[in-house]
């Protein structure tokens, strides 16, 4: 898959999550103001604690599920 084809499937991916999972525009939001060199809030800073752990679970469980190899 071309480079342009994969950011758009990822861009389109994204997109489709956060309108589904309000808890995916929060951390979408977050990374963005991360980005943009905004100081995060106490709440954002949480928020990226919390996700940094549901990386870890929800890799261990893509694994178990053997969604990834």
Known sequence: MARVDDTAYQLENLVDA????????????VIHELCNRR???GEDNE??????????????QRQNLQIDS
């Open 47 to 60: 928020l990226l604690n919390v996700a940094s752990v549901a990386a870890l679970l929800a890799r261990a």
């Open 18 to 29: 956060a309108c589904e999972y309000g808890i995916v525009m929060e951390l979408l939001t």
């Open 39 to 41: 100081q995060l809030l």
